[in-house]
């Protein structure tokens, strides 16, 4: 792979939890795999030598369950090099110019607090560090719409949005990656994905895990901010943009913002708000807390190819499976007079399953062997079976960073128009229904599918 765009990965937070259990794993395995072929520099507070630095990163990956080889590992450790310094120090950028010396073409992944971002680039560029530089941010970006826009007209006071690479580790999953091939290298897939042929489109995201330890960040957040404005509308925009007409990444993220645009504003009304019997207690939850731990909506998309087709859209904690899949449902075939008791078959569905096992599934109407009823039948293709390993996100999202390739990352026209979206659901006096754990949610969820398939158990 051609990696020559960046000459220089500068991680900021290199110490913290999402380096220990994401970025160090994905690092290792592009090292495996040949290509991560520029040095490493971590920048942090806490007063490490590299020594210690090497030993964190073999540390990190023993509890991430790799299987280290020392030749690998001894390679990658000769990439590292580390700053230590407080963030707002001038004199730690300045140590950092020294150390990445002759390279010019910086990748900085800035794996800290938004509220950061500013400051670190403001210090970068104060010491003429981010002329050629790309940044690589990790959300939220934003927690409403006009917090959204204020990060970006905060970001681009500095640097351009050219430099900038919004990264979302959902859309690295090998699944979400598919939806694009299944749609436009398809041909019997792609005409089919219309107004005239869809009936509904479910996308779910189950967790069967409650917010444990991490009430005071949820608690702020909620479910709409946690997982809908981000993951679950960009499954939305690629399985309902139109087919990219250029050829490179922009191509793409014209194309969703496009859609994005075309997406109606969710609406209370249509929603259905959910927190979970228990909540209340989690340490660092506010006692009268209103955060919903679960959402259904309903949404439409004003545009030729999908009038009238509903978008059904859930997420949940602490339910019954946990199953993150997109679901489209085709119109029931007519009922010809020659084929026997069609009338009690379900009609033809698309499944992607994302988590667990990604796996693709098409399902079909088939005669019965027995008399003359039809039966469902499944075509199933589960991807490690036949793809064999999958790369994780981050080192799929990190790669493609370093060499160029963009189409993963998120545009700020497209974070604008999903927190657009969702800026409805966000009224802090939202009425909130109680449901048990091990559930899948309020019963009044159901409501929101009447006239359609409604939702369909995950597929496990």
């Known amino acids: 792979m051609n990696t020559s765009n960046v000459d220089?990965?500068?991680?900021?937070?290199?110490?913290?939890?999402?380096?220990?259990?994401?970025?160090?794993?994905?690092?290792?395995?592009?090292?495996?795999?040949?290509?991560?072929?520029?040095?490493?520099?971590?920048?942090?507070?806490?007063?490490?030598?590299?020594?210690?630095?090497?030993e964190e990163f073999r540390?990190?990956?023993?509890?991430?369950?790799?299987?280290?080889?020392?030749?690998?590992?001894?390679?990658?450790?000769?990439?590292?090099?580390?700053?230590?310094?407080?963030?707002?120090?001038?004199?730690?950028?300045?140590?950092?110019?020294?150390?990445?010396?002759?390279?010019?073409?910086?990748?900085?992944?800035?794996?800290?607090?938004?509220?950061?971002?500013?400051?670190?680039?403001?210090?970068?560029?104060?010491?003429?560090?981010?002329?050629?530089?790309?940044?690589?941010?990790?959300?939220?970006?934003?927690?409403?719409?006009?917090?959204?826009?204020?990060?970006?007209?905060?970001?681009?006071?500095?640097i351009e949005e050219e430099q900038i690479l919004r990264i979302d580790h959902f859309l690295g999953k090998q699944p979400i990656l598919d939806i694009s091939y299944l749609r436009f290298a398809n041909e019997i897939v792609e005409p089919m994905l219309s107004r005239e042929h869809v009936d509904s489109i479910q996308i779910t995201m189950a967790e069967d895990f409650g917010v444990e330890d991490r009430g005071s960040f949820y608690d702020r957040v909620g479910a709409v901010r946690d997982v809908v404005q981000n993951h679950l509308l960009q499954v939305l925009s690629l399985i309902t943009m139109e087919i990219p007409t250029?050829?490179?990444?922009?191509?793409?993220?014209?194309?969703?913002?496009?859609?994005?645009?075309?997406?109606?504003?969710?609406?209370?009304?249509?929603?259905?708000?959910?927190?979970?019997?228990?909540?209340?207690?989690?340490?660092?939850?506010?006692?009268?807390?209103?955060?919903?731990?679960?959402?259904?909506?309903?949404?439409?998309?004003?545009?030729?190819?999908?009038?009238?087709?509903?978008?059904?859209?859930?997420?949940?904690?602490?339910?019954?499976?946990?199953?993150t899949e997109l679901r489209v449902i085709f119109k029931k075939a007519p009922h010809l007079s020659y084929v026997k008791d069609l009338g009690h078959l379900p009609p033809n569905e698309m499944i992607l399953r994302v988590d667990p096992n990604p796996s693709l599934r098409l399902t079909l109407a088939s005669k019965d062997a027995v008399g003359s009823r039809g039966r469902v039948v499944s075509l199933d293709l589960p991807f490690a079976e036949e793809l064999g390993r999958l790369p994780l996100p981050y080192e799929r999202l990190i790669h493609d960073a370093l060499s160029g390739e963009y189409s993963l990352f998120t545009r700020e026209d497209s974070v604008e128009e999903s927190w657009r979206i969702v800026q409805p659901l966000l009224d802090p006096e939202k009425s909130l229904i109680s449901y048990k754990k091990g559930s899948l949610g309020p019963l009044e969820a159901n409501a929101l599918c009447k006239g359609y398939l409604g939702w369909q158990n995950p597929w496990l």
């Open 246 to 323: 250029g050829q490179n990444y922009g191509a793409i993220w014209d194309k969703k913002a496009d859609i994005l645009r075309a997406v109606v504003p969710m609406d209370p009304k249509t929603s259905v708000f959910g927190q979970y019997e228990g909540y209340l207690e989690v340490p660092g939850v506010f006692p009268s807390s209103q955060t919903e731990t679960y959402v259904a909506t309903k949404v439409f998309i004003e545009n030729w190819r999908w009038y009238g087709v509903p978008v059904f859209i859930r997420a949940g904690k602490a339910l019954a499976v946990r199953a």
């Open 8 to 54: 220089v990965l500068v991680i900021f937070g290199v110490t913290g939890d999402l380096a220990h259990k994401m970025t160090i794993p994905a690092l290792y395995r592009l090292e495996q795999a040949g290509y991560l072929q520029c040095p490493v520099v971590g920048v942090a507070l806490e007063p490490w030598t590299l020594d210690r630095l090497i």
């Open 59 to 158: 540390a990190a990956l023993g509890k991430a369950g790799e299987e280290v080889n020392d030749r690998i590992f001894e390679s990658l450790a000769t990439k590292l090099s580390y700053v230590h310094g407080d963030f707002s120090d001038r004199d730690t950028y300045s140590r950092l110019k020294e150390v990445i010396g002759v390279y010019h073409n910086p990748l900085y992944y800035l794996e800290i607090p938004p509220s950061l971002f500013a400051s670190v680039i403001h210090e970068l560029s104060s010491v003429d560090l981010t002329s050629k530089g790309k940044f690589l941010i990790e959300k939220p970006f934003g927690t409403d719409l006009a917090s959204a826009k204020m990060l970006n007209d905060t970001l681009h006071e500095m």
